[in-house]
Each structure stands twice: as C-alpha cells, then as structure tokens.
T-cell receptor
Framework: KNQVEQSPQSLIILEGKNCTLQ??????????LRWYKQDTGRGPVSLTI?????NTKSNGRYTATLDADTKQSSLHITASQLSDSASYIC????????????FGAGTQVVVTP | DVKVTQSSRYLVKRTGEKVFLECVQD?????MFWYRQDPGLGLRLIYF???????EKGDIPEGYSVSREKKERFSLILESASTNQTSMYLC???????????FGPGTRLTVL
C-alpha cells in the first residue's frame, strides 16, 4: 500500500473555478512535503515545499496546507486556467541521510473552457 | 536553470533486447536518480547514485542496472527487456542536502 495517498484520482473543472486536491500520508519521520506539477509529456516540477512546522504556503494561485498532526496536506488552485491542466503529485521527503522521496500517485486535473 | 536531458522521448524495443537510457544534467549535481512511473502507482525509485562510480539500489532494482562514469551522466540499462518494463522512465538530479529533485522530460519505453 502506498504510504502517500492522493484524492481524487482525477477531476474536471471549468476554467475560472477553484479546486482542492488532497494528500494523506503515513510515512514518518519526514522533513518536508512538496507538491509537484507534471504537464503531459514532461517531468515533474516543484510547486511548493513545506516543513512539518509550516501550515500554509502559497505560490501564485496555488496554496498548499499541511496538518502534521493528522498527516494531511491539500493543494488549492484558485481561479483555474487552462494551463493548470496537469497531474499534481504530493511528495513526502523522508528524514534520512539523503532525503528519500515518497511519491503519491497524483491527481489528474483537466480544466475545460 | 537546471537542465536534465534524456536521450530519447519515445523508445520501442523487443523482448530480450538490451536497452540503454541516458541522462545528462548540466548543474554539477552530486546525486542522480532513475525512476519509473506507472499509472496509479506514482514514481518508484529504481537506482540512485551519489558520486561517480557509486550506485545504490532503490525500491525496484530487479531487472535493471546503472552506470555512472562521469558526474553529469547516469545511464539506466535493461539487460534483457521484458514487457513488464514498459513504462515511463524519469531521471532526476540534485545536490547533497538539496531535497528538491530536478527531473528530465522522461522516456516512454514500450517493450513488445
């Protein structure tokens, strides 16, 4: 069983609307959590990084939250644009010598006009 | 900007063939990684390297080997390709202590 679970698996939203993606993790101890965006046919690119002591972090229209007690994170996309169509991957960085990454399976977001 | 390049975007091979996937990074990073990405499973680590000629097994090393003869280049080798190795292969790199990994565009390998 994957130690990083994301939901929903996919969603379709209208351009201009907001959406929230969820990430639940069981892996520990961890040093920080990242959200990556992966466009079709490209490698993942980091959107945000949060340490276990941070509750929220924004990057433009993307806002990530983290509750280290319940081991949940969310990524909120505000006023979605067509370019937001991508897979969003939650990644937990383990506290070990080299920072091993534990990946979620991703949420596929499709923004329609 | 960090640039990680992979030798092929798409590759089609036959069962039993030897397959080489090449990855090059231009930022003098110490660490390099090979992942495979399959629907519903997320990225899984095959091998990584923290220095030239050094390699460590990841979570799913079976059926793969790697080579790092130069700091900027990390190769993934499938000695005898099988159909269950059909997948997207992603290379990444970072510096020691740098948790962000920078990814290449991926190679979609199909084994017939």
């Amino acid at each position: 069983k994957n130690q990083v679970e994301q939901s929903p698996q996919s969603l379709i939203i209208l351009e201009g609307k907001n959406c929230t993606l969820q990430c639940n993790y069981t892996v520990s101890p961890f040093s920080n959590l990242r959200w990556y965006k992966q466009d079709t046919g490209r490698g993942p690119v980091s959107l945000t990084i949060m340490t276990f002591s941070e509750n929220t972090k924004s990057n433009g229209r993307y806002t990530a939250t983290l509750d280290a007690d319940t081991k949940q994170s969310s990524l909120h996309i505000t006023a979605s644009q067509l370019s937001d169509s991508a897979s969003y991957i939650c990644v937990v960085i383990l506290t070990d010598s080299w920072g091993k990454l534990q990946f979620g399976a991703g949420t596929q977001v499709v923004v329609t006009p | 900007d960090v640039k990680v390049t992979q030798s092929s975007r798409y590759l089609v091979k036959r069962t039993g063939e030897k397959v080489f996937l090449e990855c090059v990074q231009d930022m003098d990073h110490e660490n390099m990684f090979w992942y495979r990405q399959d629907p519903g499973l997320g990225l899984r680590l095959i091998y990584f390297s923290y220095d030239v000629k050094m390699k460590e097994k990841g979570d799913i090393p079976e059926g793969y080997s790697v080579s790092r003869e130069k700091k900027e280049r990390f190769s993934l080798i499938l000695e005898s390709a099988s159909t269950n190795q059909t997948s997207m292969y992603l290379c990444a790199s970072n510096n020691n202590g740098g948790h962000e990994q920078f990814f290449g565009p991926g190679t979609r390998l199909t084994v017939l």
